[in-house]
């Protein structure tokens, strides 16, 4: 009897009633429509739909014509009328959608004021609170994505896209990661506060803590922690942590490495790669750092560095003069800069005539190398440190001196110091040997003029044996027919002379005298080797004649001829 009583009482304030395929349980609840379960104070209440099931007070409250939904939690889809498929999990969750469909609202007001937004996943308490009409969303996290409005976007994390309105196709993952944007889309942040309070900007990837995080502009890459921080503008690409921190207006940047360009502000198109390369430089552009701390001290642009610190460059360039320095880090007025002894297989030179103009033949090259002071020298020891020059004794000229003789071969350096042009030294070199020959030639000649007139002088004086010092001595020329044969002899009026002279003789001759030693007649330029000449002798009278065979000046046989 107690147990019916129980039972009766019950049953005046719970209501549990299945109405053909609807199940409703609660006052209010909703019992129209086909296979709907509406559990719950007015849960359901003007449902008409169906496959319907909606838990919790109030939970579907104002569903008409829609169906495929599962609301669960007070006042969840409270504002549903036509809206499908949807599945809203927790108070208020989905509160204030309408007509949207296929949602996925799982939390404490997710979704709560979307109205017609569809293929959303919303999980989080105030995840998606303010998002209305976007489509295909995801967005898990505590009031992540709460005010988008935008579709396709992706928000994972606690304030991940919290204020994304209109921002469509953003990837954001990380607590607060993408937190300011509203507008910018095509993005992907992933790191905690990646992106933080970037506002706009689209085609940016941001991925580390704080990466990129007050950051704007479009079409950046950045990676690590506080890299691009503060950048503003578009196409950078910074990889490391701090890398590229202070930039703002600086464009078209690519920074790897640890801090490197950290302090870039406006410089564009800039290449730092290395642990902070660059790393002081902030309105430089046009440089390309590479290595460990390279160009860490340079402030300028259009320099190249590479180098292992900011202690050993390696290589120096500058893209404006087109210089570039071997060995070190300075400032030079020369295309190529070797700072210690260089060694190459080869040189060439570029000498085309078409590149030239007002030539002029080099004259008292002698004389002007005359003047020249070579000396030997060692370099002093702080020299060698600061310009890697090598040990040891070494020849050369000392520019100064060379100045004063030849100030073109002489220049002077950005710092003062004075270079010397070795390479055009060699014309003057060549020059001189030149006019040296030329005098050696005259010098000769005028020996070899002498020797005749010595040996002109001897015949006419009577003296014939001075031409060679013993020309008639018998031991030195026991045959006198061994190199010369006259036929025939005694002759008249003209003999045939065959006589054997050096191939390389210069300067064959034969040379008539009378018995006295006076010279009668020469015959000169003949052939040198085995050769014959016809000599006529019709100025000649008749009588004793000696006729010598001279050969460079050296007589080289004598025989006796008789005149008829």
Known sequence: MRKLLFTLILSNWWVWQ????????????GNAGTQNTSVGYYAGDKVTGYNNSFFGTYAGFNTTSGGNNFFGGASSGYSN???????????SSGRNNTDGSYNVYLGYVAGFNNASGSDNVTIGTYAGYNSSGGRGNVTIGRSAGSNNRADYNTFLGYLAGHRNQTGTQNLFAGNDAGFGNETGSYNVYLGPMAGHNKTDGKMNVFIGYQTGGNAAGESNVFVGSHSGYYNNANHNTFVGVNTGQSNDSGARNLFMGFSAGNSNNSGSDNVYLGYHA?????????NIFIGKQAGYYETGSNKFYLANSYSNTLLYGDFTSRNIVVGGSLSSSYKLYVMGDAYATGLWVSSDKKWKHEEKKVKGALEVINKFEPKSYEFRQKSKERMSFSSGKHYGFIAQDLQKVMPELVREDADGSLAINYIEIIPLLTKAIQELSQKQQEIDLYKNELKEIKEQLALLTGNPEELTGNAFDEQQHPDNTRNMQLLPNPGREEIKVLYKANKKATNVQLRIFDMQGRWKKTISNLSPGDAEVLVQCTDLSAGMYHVALVQDGEVMGINKLIIE
């Open 18 to 29: 299945t109405y053909g395929q609807n199940t409703a349980y609660g006052t209010g609840a």
């Open 278 to 286: 660059g790393s002081t430089n902030t309105i430089g552009s046009g």
């Open 81 to 91: 009328v036509s809206g499908m498929g949807n599945v809203f999990l927790g108070l």
